[in-house]
């Protein structure tokens, strides 16, 4: 698993749920719009200090950017048993 194709998808779902642009949040975590965006592509490794800055923003913890969807639980809801 590349970890940065992982932190990529979750960055872009953390800030999609929140409903910001890149431009937004580039601008309230204090990056450029173009250094967020190639964090989005997984061209770019994201420093501690980076990711602490993204994950105060969007109200997450710094984990969540490196979390695997859990495919368990979306088998379980796709095949529940009544």
Do not use: C, W
């Not at 309230?28 to 965006?37: F, K």
């Not at 964090?39 to 984990?63: C, F, H, N």
């Amino acid at each position: 698993m590349d970890l940065r194709e992982l932190f990529a998808t979750n960055l872009r779902r953390l800030r999609h749920a929140k409903g910001l642009s890149q431009d937004e949040l580039a601008l309230d975590a204090e990056i450029s719009r173009s250094y967020l965006s190639q964090l989005e592509k997984g061209k770019y490794y994201a420093s501690l200090k980076i990711i602490g800055r993204l994950a105060d923003v969007l109200g997450a913890e710094p984990a969540d950017f490196l979390k695997a969807k859990d495919r368990t639980a979306d088998t379980n809801a796709v095949h529940k048993v009544p």
